[in-house]
């Protein structure tokens, strides 16, 4: 089985900084396109930052300069470093992983539990 495990997330001041966490552990062969999705209280789940396995990142526009995705492949590990944090920032963050099981599987997305991410003061 595959397991992804998030940690990172908290409570920060407006301007602070969190870096977000998202291991992917089990039965992995191959891993393609990583995210960071995230909803806030009444809203819709919005993409937040994707990164290819070739290091592309793509960012949601109001994260671009502040927010920066990253990997360690050799971890299987994609992270989400957050600076310059914004009330409006606050949300259940989750990661989702692309992963192939071994080499003749399909691709399955799997996605971590979520973490909190409070920005306040």
């Known amino acids: 089985q595959v397991q992804l495990v998030e940690s990172g997330g908290g409570l920060v001041q407006p301007g602070g900084s969190l870096r977000l966490s998202c291991a992917a552990s089990g039965s992995i062969f191959s891993i393609r396109a990583m995210g960071w999705y995230r909803q806030a209280p009444g809203k819709q789940r919005e993409l937040v930052a994707t990164?290819?396995?070739?290091?592309?990142?793509n960012y949601a526009d109001s994260v671009k300069g502040r927010f920066t995705i990253s990997t360690d492949n050799a971890k299987n590990t994609v992270y989400l470093q957050m600076n310059s944090l914004k009330p409006e920032d606050t949300a259940v963050y989750y990661c989702?992983?692309?992963?192939?099981?071994?080499?003749?599987?399909?691709?399955?997305?799997?996605w971590g539990q979520g973490t909190q991410v409070t920005v306040s003061s």
């Open positions: 989702n992983i692309g992963i192939q099981r071994y080499t003749a599987d399909t691709w399955h997305e799997y």
């Open positions: 990164i290819t396995t070739g290091g592309l990142p």
